[in-house]
């Protein structure tokens, strides 16, 4: 993963429909250390439309993370799961599903889905920042993923 080496910016796609979400997750990631590009959208159809490269993203480049809500309008985030990971293209993409759903059935779908992660949104700033800053330094620092996805 291009990540792991500080000298060149970790993509990450974040797809939030709740506006307040959106804020704080964009907020907590830009003041980390980790060089990065946030490319955020609060739809499924403008998250596929990009990850599809389709007009106008035809030269976009594909992230190295996706960080998903569930509920989203257009397409929801399990049908936008269901994309990324039924496409060569994207398939190989980590995503967390970082939804405020704790439902069993939301988890299991999300994994039997393709997620590489599920994480429940804290309901304190404290809490909900310190779980933002661990995803991104488990997929920066931790996880070893193959190059050139």
Not at 21 to 35: C, K, Q
Not at 77 to 89: D, H, M, Q, T
Request: proline share 7%; with cysteine.
């Amino acid at each position: 993963m291009r990540a792991t080496n500080l000298e060149l910016k970790m993509t990450i796609l974040l797809v939030e429909d709740d506006p307040g979400d959106m804020f704080l997750t964009r907020r907590v990631l830009e003041n980390s250390r980790i060089p990065l590009e946030i490319v955020a959208f609060s739809d499924g159809n403008s998250a596929i439309a990009y990850l599809s490269q389709d007009t106008p993203y035809q030269d976009a480049p594909l992230p190295d993370l996706i960080i998903l809500d569930l509920n989203l309008p257009g397409q929801d985030g399990r049908e936008v799961l269901r994309r990324i990971k039924s496409n060569p293209a994207t398939e190989k993409i980590p995503v967390v599903v970082f939804s405020t759903s704790d439902a069993p059935r939301d988890i299991k779908t999300s994994y039997e889905n393709g997620a590489n992660c599920y994480v429940t949104k804290p309901l304190n700033l404290k809490d909900y920042s310190e779980v933002v800053i661990s995803i991104q330094q488990y997929w920066a620092h931790i996880a070893t993923l193959p190059q050139n996805l």
